[in-house]
Structures are given as C-alpha cells and as structure tokens.
C-alpha cells in the first residue's frame, strides 16, 4: 500500500523524474569528495553544474541529461554529475531504489531505500532547499563555504555516505534504513507535510540540521505573523486627505516592543524578529497598503496565548489592520537517549512537528546555525567526517532496540 502511494507518473516522465532524483541523490553523495578538492577545481566543477542547469528538456531527451532544480525558484540545489548513465544499473550498483514524490511544481522529494521496499525500521532525513540568495561552493582551508553547507547540505550528504559506508560493511540491509530528503523547509515544510501521504511509519527518525556534533534535547516552536495595512491613498501635500497604511504599520509593529513576552528555563525567551516589511509606491504619495512579516520563536507557553498577546496589543495601537498566521507549535522535546554524544536546545524550528507519527526523534548534524542564513555560512570538513560516524551510531544504536510491534 505504501509503495503505491509513491508518485506515478506516465512511462517518459517516470523516466525523467526517476533520472533526476538519481542523479540528485550521487550528487549529495558524492558532496564530501568535491570538498577535497581545490578552488580550482571547485570553480570547474560548478561551471559545468552551471552550464548543466541551462539545459532544456529537449536537449535531454537529444540524449545530454539534465538535472532541474528539485525546489522553488529561488532555492538552487544543482547535480554533481549530468553524464548519461543508466538508472537501473547505478541503482543496482548502490543497491538503493530511488523515488521521487512530487510536492507541486518543480518540486520534489527524495525517497532512497534498499531493496524493493520502502518499509524500514528507521528513517534518516534532511531537506534540500536553501534560503537565498545563492552562493557559490568554494574552499577555504578546511572549511566549505557556500549556501546551505550548513543548512543543510552538509547533513543531507553526510547522512548519504554513513548509510552507504553501513551499507558497504553489510551492517544494515533491506528494512533497515530509508533516506528521504524534502522540499520546502525553510517556508512552509510542504515537503514534510507531503510525505506523510506515503502512508509509512518508523521506529526512529534522525533529522539532520546543524547541531554543533551534539544531539538535540529540544528546540522553540514558532508562529509566522503577517500584519497588513490598508489606508487612503493620495498627494503627499494633503495629508489631511488620505491616510497612510505605513503609519498604521509602524504603530502596530511598535506596539509589539512592549510584550512581556514568556520564558523559560530550557528554551530561554520568547524572541520576534521583523524579517520584512514593505509599503508605499513613491515619497510622494500617501502609502495606500502597508505589509510587515514577523517570526515569534516560542519559548514557553502555547501558541494560542501568543497569538492573543499579539493581537490584543496590536488593535490597541492600530485597530484596522489584519492580522494572519501560518505556522503554530509550542516547544518541541526530542528524544536524546543515546549515550555518546553532548546534548543542545536549539532556538530555531524545524520539520519535526510535521511529520505524523510516534516514532523517536533525534536532532544531529555538522555546522552551527550561527553562521547558516549568512553571507559566512560555512562548515568544517572535520566536522562532516565527525558527522558520517555520528549517523552511523544513531543509525545502529536505533536497530538494536527492540522492533515495535
């Protein structure tokens, strides 16, 4: 039942998807190989992924294979290798199956099992979508640079090569270990949110975002906040005769410094960041419409009692504007019960919540998020290799419980 829930499609475009999901999964993991290499070599590498990513779907199907962007527009995610291959032999080669599922449009998740079925004990998983803008990979030292080294490519390709290097050491077989690499993690966790569709369940999860190398013990819960303004436009030299959507923001968004907002001992505060806001056509005109986007990083409490700290300060400052939400989780407990590693609370969100299920649920990766979202975002080559035996523990450890009934 579950395998045929996974995405059908017809005969050309089974082939097409199942292509570029094989190539995105040999270029994830091969990602610690091109981290050896030099700035030279690094810059050829990424002219011809480049070049690859121009490719029309006719100049595929003339035989030169392509391999789309896997998320939305503005996140890049490109392959390692466009050379013809067959799907069937490298899969066999690896001994994995590879699935795609389509989320919407141009975007797809990664499903890699081995064997033929897609039922497994424990599941190991990470997403494939960055913020922008886009930078470039290059080396420093021992050091990767570039957009999602640390979030999260480098625990996606981690995560590859310890289920392979377990696989190669025949610690693991069919049933095991399923690897599933989502979209939209950093907007709206469709991707998460999608794979609860293929109807599977597991005993463990182990998400990969950056921890610093130790396991998470919790992280905040968060709410997205969108405050619109709607005002009166007109000339800017009669003020009297409009009124300005930018004011109505401001003191709505003003209002929001004067919280009391709830703390507690695990996960520290309660935290809003205004990430952007926009209004206005020219400084000559009265702004007509008004907009701001705003994160709360919950702490303590529900997310009902945050929304209502909200709103009631806010229509007391500016009673007209609307108020939307996405999002709503408290704080999230993860499971931190196998010895060998340091423990983190982590002040960021993640796909956990979105994921049904009963099933464990550890935090772990290379990098700190400190520098993630940055124009220094960076991560250690030492750190990835620390991080492949990492997996591999949290991997074992999970298989030697007791399976579930």
């Known amino acids: 039942m579950a395998q045929e829930k996974l995405q059908q499609l017809s005969s050309e475009e089974d082939a097409e998807q199942k292509e570029h999901a094989l190539l995105t999964f040999e270029f994830m993991g091969q990602f610690l190989d091109r981290m050896s290499r030099t700035p030279d070599e690094f810059r050829e590498d990424y002219r011809k992924v480049q070049a690859s990513m121009t490719m029309t779907k006719s100049s595929a199907i003339n035989g030169r294979r392509s391999c789309p962007e896997l998320t939305t527009p503005k996140l890049w995610l490109g392959p390692e290798n466009t050379a013809a291959r067959s799907e069937e032999s490298s899969e066999k080669s690896k001994g994995f199956t590879v699935k795609t599922q389509t989320v919407s449009q141009g975007r797809d998740n990664i499903l890699a099992y081995i064997g033929e079925s897609p039922k497994t004990r424990v599941l190991v998983t990470s997403h494939i979508d960055t913020v922008p803008p886009f930078l470039p990979y290059e080396r420093r030292g021992d050091e990767i640079w570039g957009r999602g080294s640390v979030d999260a490519k480098g625990s996606v390709a ?162 007209e504007v609307e108020i939307d939400y996405t999002l709503g989780i408290g704080p999230v407990p993860l499971d931190h019960d196998i010895d060998g590693f340091e423990t983190i609370v982590l002040n960021y969100g993640t796909d956990i919540p979105s994921l049904d299920g009963n099933h464990k649920r550890y935090l772990y990766g290379p990098g700190s998020i400190h520098v993630a979202h940055s124009d220094h975002e960076s991560v250690k080559i030492s750190d990835l290799k620390t991080a492949v035996e990492g997996y591999k523990v949290l991997i074992m450890e999970s298989l030697k419980r007791k399976p579930s009934i």
């Open 158 to 319: 981690t995560q590859i090569i310890a289920v392979e290097s377990l696989l190669e050491e025949s610690k693991i077989g069919e049933g095991d270990v399923a690897l599933l690499f989502v979209v939209g993690e950093e907007e709206d966790s469709a991707g998460m949110l999608a794979a609860n569709a293929l109807g599977l369940s597991w005993e463990a999860v182990i998400f990969g975002e950056p921890t610093e190398l130790k396991l998470g013990s919790g992280h905040k819960g968060g709410i997205g906040i969108t405050i619109k303004a709607r005002g009166k436009a007109g000339h800017s030299g009669y003020p009297e005769l409009g009124k300005n959507a930018i004011d109505m923001l401001i003191r709505a968004l003003s209002s929001l410094n004067e919280l009391e907002l709830p703390r507690s001992e695990r996960y520290g505060d309660t935290t809003i960041n205004l990430g952007t806001i926009n209004g206005g056509v020219a400084a000559n005109v009265i702004a007509e419409e008004a907009i701001a986007s705003l994160t709360v990083r919950i702490a303590a409490g529900s997310p009902e009692s945050i929304k209502e700290m909200v709103e009631t300060a806010i229509y007391k400052a500016s009673p």
